[in-house]
């Protein structure tokens, strides 16, 4: 999977979060919320893998099963 499959989806759920309320607060400087927009979109990434792999997994055990 992704750079940063060792954080677990609950991590970056949570991170993701902190980020979109930093982004809704609109005290960040321009530089600052691109970065925490980039950030965010990082998370939302390895969110997404966490939840494809779920989904194949249970799939797979459906399939076999």
Do not use: F, P
């Not at 979060?17 to 998370?43: D, H, K, P, Y």
């Amino acid at each position: 999977m992704a750079t940063e499959k060792k954080i677990s989806y609950e991590a970056a759920r949570d991170e993701l979060v902190e980020v979109v309320a930093q982004l809704e607060g609109g005290q960040a400087t321009l530089e600052e919320s691109l970065a925490l927009w980039q950030r965010g979109e990082e998370l939302a990434k390895i969110c997404q893998e966490w939840l494809d792999g779920a989904k194949a997994t249970l799939e797979k055990s459906r399939n076999d099963g």
